[in-house]
């Protein structure tokens, strides 16, 4: 089992920034790839960005390209995404996931990013 701790969500005006990380811990050992995922109210959940562990390869929705970077933080099994120029649509539950092949199988309790316009 892998257990993700996020943190970091809030609230911010429009053109400000933010960073969420999400710390794993448990079996981490070979993790596949931990992406980020957001869910407003009355939509679906939709992908932000991931990474790759191995490698470090990264890649994003293109709503969000420019604006989100994910990272690997210096603490083993962390990741972080900062996020700059947040626009209003950006504020959601913002969620990490990760797992071992192609799916997420592990999920975090979510962060709230709310974005005053």
Not at 7 to 18: E, R, T
Not at 45 to 72: L, Q
């Amino acid at each position: 089992q892998v257990q993700l701790v996020e943190s970091g969500g809030g609230l911010v005006q429009a053109g400000g920034s933010l960073r969420l990380s999400c710390a794993a811990s448990g079996r981490t050992s070979s993790l596949f790839r931990t992406g980020w995922f957001r869910q407003a109210p009355g939509k679906e959940r939709e992908f932000v960005a991931a990474m790759i562990w191995s490698g470090g390869s990264t890649y994003y929705a293109d709503s969000v390209k420019g604006r989100f970077t994910i990272s690997r933080g210096n603490a083993k099994d962390t990741v972080y995404l900062q996020m700059n120029r947040l626009k209003p649509e950006d504020m959601a539950v913002y969620h990490c996931a990760t797992g071992r092949a192609e799916s997420f199988d592990y999920w975090g309790q979510g962060n709230q990013v709310t974005v005053s316009s």
